[in-house]
């Protein structure tokens, strides 16, 4: 299972605590982990299930390559880490 | 009068209290946390009993925008000393067939939330209705106290929606409500840029508002067209509903028969341009303006904050400047940074720059709160409920 990890910047808003998830890809993956953290979702997601612009999503400390389908591939033993995108200030 | 005025600002929501004659700062929220409006909901929640043993009544309403993260709403049920997150309007499903593009720029419209930009109480009688008015334009009600908002679908899906454009943002929003408040079914809204528009019916149907707004920055063809205007904030005498006054892009207009009909203040002095307009809540012909140099500059003319008020319907304007810096002040006063209390004596505006004024006599002469606050986006004072 791949290990999900939040900016702590995110935490005084709403908890993300780390968790291991399973899942092919990162859109898997998440929609996996929200579906147990709801609001959370919120605040990395827009209503249309959108990345928000200034949020940023690495595997394996490379950024996704589908901003719009989350759809690259994790391996069961990677990492995910979303952080805020330096281009929001 | 009201003795408690909210202060929405780009690091935080500030809570001012009036003891004897002084005024000062008794509550910080969100500190830090950009928070763009604030709405005071007078009517009680769940009946007159369950807030009697605090001074509070009703909810307030906070919006946050976390720029990263979205915006968010709270909202408080103790007067601000607690905050729980609410729900956030959000847009349906965007069809993957919808074609059209924003007029001029042609980009695709937007179909997510980008900023609450109105929050309005619905009537006296219609308990946990709420009314939202966001960026790109879309058009939200609650009647459950803010936990859930529905998309009105009729304004969105109306063609004429899709002529409307960004005024100051890239996307068009609606800015204000002004709902009726006896007939609370009865809204006007204003949008920039579309214009007013008008609902009979609590949003079963829309119509755009009569004619008379002048658009001075479209093709001479357009410039009547009522659809395309810029009105950067319509109020509404809370006494005489059928009066409306629209400060605009380019210039004052106010309307005594509900919008059907809008007449250009013409010869305003310093400047009929600004962003913020107060109705007098008793008086039809009485309003205040915060007039500043249009539209390249934005400053206030001379370096002078002044305030601007009618009290005969438009004909002639006072400037009102004691208590105001007449030197070096470059002070913008944003749509939603002035605001007048139900008395109608009680004025309180605040600037880009972070400075707060308050009036106890109807502009005549002005008191500095603070010259160093965070950049102000709103004020809010408390009202009592208007029976409807």
């Known amino acids: 299972m791949a290990l999900v990890r939040f ?23 998440l929609n996996a982990y929200f579906r147990g953290n709801a609001l959370a979702r919120d605040y ?6 959108q990345l928000r612009r200034h949020m940023a999503i690495f595997i394996d400390g490379e950024p996704v390559l589908d901003r719009r389908g989350l759809a690259d591939p994790v391996s069961p033993a990677g990492t995910i880490d979303i952080v805020q995108a330096l281009s929001g200030g | 009068m009201s003795q408690r005025l909210h202060v929405a600002t780009r690091k935080g929501l ?29 009517r009680p929640i769940g009946g007159r009993t369950r807030q009697r043993r605090t001074k509070f009544s009703g909810q307030l309403v906070a919006a946050l925008d976390h720029g990263h993260f979205g915006v968010k709403l709270h909202r408080s049920r103790d007067g601000g000393a607690t905050w729980q997150p609410i729900g956030t309007p959000a847009y349906p499903p965007k069809p993957a067939d919808y074609k059209p593009r924003m007029p001029a720029e042609g980009a695709p419209y937007e179909w997510a939330l980008k900023r609450v930009w109105s929050l309005a109480p619905g009537g006296a009688h219609q308990p946990g209705r709420l009314w939202c008015g966001t960026l790109p334009g879309g058009l939200f009600r609650s009647d459950d106290h803010g936990d859930n908002w529905e998309f009105n679908r009729t304004l969105w899906d109306d063609p004429k929606r899709e002529e ?27 949008i920039s840029c579309g ?15 009569g004619p008379g707004m002048r658009a001075e920055y479209m093709p001479a063809e357009r410039a009547f067209d009522p659809n395309i205007q810029d009105p950067h ?13 629209v400060q605009h ?42 007039p500043a140099i249009k539209d390249e500059k934005r400053i206030p003319f001379g370096g002078r904050v002044v305030v601007n008020r009618t009290t005969n319907g438009g004909r002639t304007f006072k400037t009102l400047t004691r208590g105001l810096p007449q ?52 004020v809010c004072f408390e009202k009592p409920l208007v029976a409807g």
């Open chain 2, 195 to 209: 214009g007013a528009w008008i609902t009979e019916d609590g949003g079963g149907s829309w119509r755009c508002s």
């Open chain 2, 327 to 378: 030197k070096h002040a470059y002070d913008l006063v944003f749509r939603h940074a002035l605001d007048v209390d139900e008395s109608g004596d009680r004025l309180a505006f605040g600037s880009t720059t972070g400075s707060l004024w308050v009036s106890e006599n109807g502009g005549d002469s002005w008191k500095s709160l603070s010259q160093h606050l965070p950049p102000i986006y709103a």
């Open chain 1, 7 to 29: 900016t702590q910047n995110i935490q005084r808003h709403v908890a993300c605590p780390p968790r291991n998830v399973e899942g092919p890809t990162v859109r898997d993956i």
């Open chain 2, 164 to 190: 409307w454009f960004g005024g100051g943002a890239e996307v068009p929003g609606i800015h204000s409500i002004c709902v009726h408040p006896t007939d609370p079914d009865r809204l006007v809204l204003g």
């Open chain 1, 44 to 49: 990395v997601f827009d209503e249309q299930g």
């Open chain 2, 14 to 42: 500030f809570t001012l209290d009036r003891h004897g004659a002084r005024w000062s700062i008794t509550r910080t929220s969100f500190l830090g946390d950009n928070c763009t409006l604030v709405m005071h909901d007078p």
């Open chain 2, 249 to 290: 892009h380019n210039g004052i207009f106010r309307s005594t028969d509900r919008a059907a009909h809008w007449t250009e203040i013409q010869n305003v002095k310093p400047s009929a341009f600004g962003f913020a307009v107060a109705a007098h809540p008793k008086d039809p012909d009485t309003a205040w303006f915060v």
């Open chain 2, 233 to 245: 904030l319509v109020a509404q005498c809370t006494a005489h509903p059928d009066t409306l006054w």
